[in-house]
């Protein structure tokens, strides 16, 4: 059974950091390519952040020089290093696995950013 869990979400100031992680189970996660995405309240789900197999990683321009992306893949995991958070971050974040026809997404992990 696949598994994505995100982990790592909370209550942050504006300004602050939190690190996000995305904990994979039941793949061969090194080969996939993983996507984070995240879907702000009354907002479409938006795409933050991709890294691929290779570790070539791709950021929106709303997140480019605040958000860094890895991965780990001893250790079945990517990461969302996230700084200067500011409070149009706040959102649910989901990680996404894919690779041709598979594509496996986790339950989400809530970001708030507020004073």
């Known amino acids: 059974q696949v598994q994505l869990v995100e982990s790592g979400g909370g209550l942050v100031q504006p300004g602050g950091s939190l690190r996000l992680s995305c904990a994979a189970s039941?793949?061969?996660?090194?080969?996939?390519?993983v996507r984070w995405y995240r879907q702000g309240p009354g907002k479409q789900r938006e795409w933050v952040a991709q890294?691929?197999?290779?570790?070539?990683?791709n950021y929106a321009a709303s997140v480019r020089g605040r958000f860094t992306i890895s991965r780990d893949n001893a250790k079945n995991t990517v990461y969302l290093e996230m700084n200067s958070l500011e409070p149009e971050d706040s959102a649910v974040y989901y990680c996404?696995?894919?690779?041709?026809?598979?594509?496996?997404w986790g339950q989400g992990t809530q970001v708030t950013v507020s004073s």
């Open positions: 996404n696995a894919f690779l041709s026809d598979q594509d496996y």
């Open positions: 039941g793949i061969i996660f090194s080969i996939h390519h």
């Open positions: 890294i691929t197999n290779r570790g070539s990683a």
